[in-house]
């Protein structure tokens, strides 16, 4: 800084010269990464990756003003914001090429997918590639942030209280998901900046192509978002801007977007290149923020030659970063396989499952009183979904009485919204909350996957054990009786094939509320399968699902089975059924043609997977049937009968048997045709018989 400069002159604008003076060197670091990237393509681009050239103006001014206690979801050309909150070249680069000490993912993921926890540093969740689908959980956290504040459990910040800043290219603006978490922003009046980066490309596809209106436009259609709407590539208004837009809702606790106009000057990635499709090229390096900067710290009275100075030791930073990186260890094989679930407390059964003098509960009860136990011992502990406020407590009455017993901001409604539903869990668990979220019925899921696939699951594992995603995701599931093929659906397999959960299926009252508490004391997510003909014992032969309520410290561990009936080899020829949900009381109905043949096997959940009960008794028995409610092809069920085949090959005295639904498309709302489709007790004897005569 010239010596001569007066106090008047010590801001530029309204910026700090030290400020301004630390945007540029983060501009010229970060656009020496990127001709340094391109120079070394060769190396560089073995793994796909994209900068920040062009952008680099509006991402120093945000990153900037973030603090420690605030959230941050920054997207893939967001390099950045990254460089201005902290993080080094180094640690960059060790994330461009995959190498063990990346410090967001260990080599799991792409350049610029960041996952921080630091103390000194905006926290930063993990995300998967940024296309819109962050805007759920992000809006998530900033639900979080809102509930402690709420309930009296966030730390006081004073004039300093933490806010959500998500970053999102224009492009993904379009994504049904964003509107998603814009309502909820809307309706919730959540402390969140939505800040997009609009460059007006998608790819190959023009603004013109893709959007009939720009973000601004679009953000008018929710009434409580204010906008603002900036040329992004000068860095003294971006600065500005945003630390009106920060302050106020650092004070007022409501939701912004700032649209900044900005170019895009290097490849959309490294696997993309301008080059190929691109005719905007000149044009666009007309708007390049860096000599934009650079002039404006020439007229406030900077030497170029301090500049230069600034820029060659950006540089030379640089490039001693990328010959260290060069040198870093590569992961070790046995890395793959670390992070794949983070470690439960729950590992025994405890407590007391039949207290004396209880009588049966209906199993929906028992979970009503499980939820009731958690929420009055944990503040943290909230519960949401469609229709489970205090007007309804839910379509079945699992949530009745909840929202009258604590309140409207710890039991509320939602949208229809699946995918905030359960992508929301992402942002709140990083918060310190604790969710338990419902889908109103398992047909109704399905706009949820992207969330639970990409979001939810692979939180734990690609943010290297940072972010566990502890939730629970409670899901109505099965036919009851006509409810047609949007009330009955089975979709169990589905799930088990998205790994990072864990999935539960009980049959019975006393199994649903030990598997709720074992779910809430666990870091994982946790998908809960409550099978709505059990809920109330009104179908004929489902009466034991109505059980005597375990006390409030009962939990089961999840991956352990139960034997519900056994079966004596001395009785001649005897069999093992592995059931869950519906199947154990088919499969007790069944039984009772058998007498003394038939043991049942009651998976409780089905991952983790109780193999060493299944396995010991099929090996005893030596003939098994495998129940589902879905249809039979390509399922869950089919998967349990391969393994059995395999591991317990030798034993066996007959194929592994299969039953399950019909295999179509749906289950009918007629009751003639739903009793034809689905399995019952007469289906399962007859295949039990048809096994013990093999």
């Known amino acids: 800084m010239p010596s001569a400069m007066t106090a008047k002159e010590e801001s530029i604008g309204s910026v700090p010269v030290h400020t301004v003076l630390k945007a540029f060197e983060l501009m010229c670091t970060a656009k020496a990464m990127s001709e340094l990237f391109e120079k070394n393509a060769a190396v560089t681009a073995k793994y796909v990756h994209a900068t920040s050239r062009g952008h680099e103006a509006i991402q120093i001014a945000l990153g900037l003003q973030l603090k420690p206690q605030d959230f941050l979801s920054a997207y893939y050309r967001d390099d950045s914001i990254l460089l ?77 209280k933490p806010f959500m800043a998500c970053s999102l290219g224009d492009g993904s603006v379009t994504e049904g998901e964003v509107s998603e978490a814009f309502q909820m922003a809307v309706l919730k009046k959540l402390p969140i900046l939505y800040l997009v980066q609009d460059n007006e490309w998608d790819i190959s596809a023009t603004g013109k192509e893709t959007r009939a209106m720009d973000a601004v436009e679009y953000a008018k259609g929710f009434k409580g978002l204010e906008t603002r709407s900036i040329d992004g590539t000068d860095f003294m208004r971006s600065y500005q801007t945003l630390t009106e837009v920060i302050n106020i809702i650092r004070r007022e606790r409501r939701p912004f977007l700032v649209h900044a106009r900005v170019p895009l000057l290097n490849h959309h990635t490294s696997g993309v290149r301008k080059e190929w499709y691109r005719g905007d090229l000149e044009e666009a390096a007309k708007r390049d923020p860096f000599p934009r900067l650079r002039s404006q710290l020439i007229i406030a009275g900077f030497s170029g030659e301090k500049l230069n100075s600034i820029e060659q030791k ?59 136990e958690l929420m009055e011992k944990h503040p943290e502990c909230l519960f949401y979904g469609q229709d489970v406020g205090g007007r309804l407590g839910g379509v079945f009455r699992e949530a009745a009485t909840l929202a009258q017993k604590f309140g409207d901001n710890r039991v509320f409604n939602t949208p229809i919204q699946e995918a905030f539903i359960i992508g929301s869990t992402v942002g709140m668990s990083a918060t310190g909350c604790k969710p338990i979220v419902e889908i109103q019925f398992a047909d109704y899921i399905w706009p949820g996957l992207n969330q639970l696939f990409t979001e ?22 099965g036919a009851y009786g006509s409810g047609g093929p949007y009330h ?115 998976l409780r959940t089905l991952f983790p997977l109780d193999e060493e009960l299944i396995y010991s008794s099929v090996r005893k028995h030596s003939r098994c049937l495998v129940i589902t409610e879905e249809p039979v092809n390509n399922t869950f069920a089919q998967s349990v009968a391969s393994r059995i085949q395999q591991n317990c090959f030798e034993s066996l005295d007959a194929p592994v048997t299969v039953i399950g639904a019909e295999n179509l498309p749906a289950v009918p709302l007629n009751s003639v045709l739903e009793q034809v489709m689905l399995p019952n007790t007469d289906k399962v004897a007859a295949a039990i018989e048809k096994i013990l005569a093999y």
């Open 456 to 477: 939810v699951s692979r939180s734990y594992y690609l943010s290297n054990g940072k972010w566990p995603v502890s939730c629970i995701i409670r899901v109505p599931i």
């Open 488 to 602: 009955s659906s089975s979709i169990e397999s589905v799930l088990t094939n998205i790994r990072g959960i864990k999935i539960a299926y009980p049959s019975t009252g006393a199994d649903l509320k030990g598997l709720l508490k074992a779910a809430y004391y666990d870091p994982n997510p946790v998908i809960m399968l409550e099978h709505k003909g059990l809920y109330w014992s009104k179908i004929k032969g489902t009466e034991d699902a109505k059980t005597v309520e375990p006390d409030a410290d009962y939990v089961i561990p999840f991956g352990k089975g139960r034997l519900v009936q056994e079966a004596d080899p001395q009785n001649g020829t005897t069999l093992s059924v592995i059931a869950y949900g519906m199947g154990v009381y088919w499969a007790k109905n069944a039984a009772k043609k058998f007498p003394g043949k038939v043991e049942i096997i009651d």
């Open 314 to 372: 950006a540089a030379e930073a640089v490039a001693a970063d990328y010959e260290k990186s060069l040198k870093a260890a590569d992961p070790k094989p046995e890395d793959l396989f670390k992070y794949d679930y983070a470690p439960t407390p729950i590992t025994e059964e405890k407590g007391v499952r039949e207290p004396k003098g209880k009588d049966k509960t209906v199993m929906v009860d028992c979970a009503l009183f499980a939820i009731q």
């Open 84 to 160: 201005s909150i902290g993080m080094t070249p180094y640690e960059l680069m060790l994330q461009l090429m995959a190498k063990a000490d990346d410090p967001f993912s260990g080599g799991r993921t792409y350049y610029s997918h960041p996952s921080l926890r630091r103390d000194d540093m905006p926290k930063i969740p993990h995300q998967s590639s940024a296309t819109g689908m962050q805007a759920i959980p992000s809006t998530g956290v900033a639900m979080g942030i809102q509930y402690l504040e709420k309930q009296g459990l966030a730390p006081d910040y004073a004039d300093g």
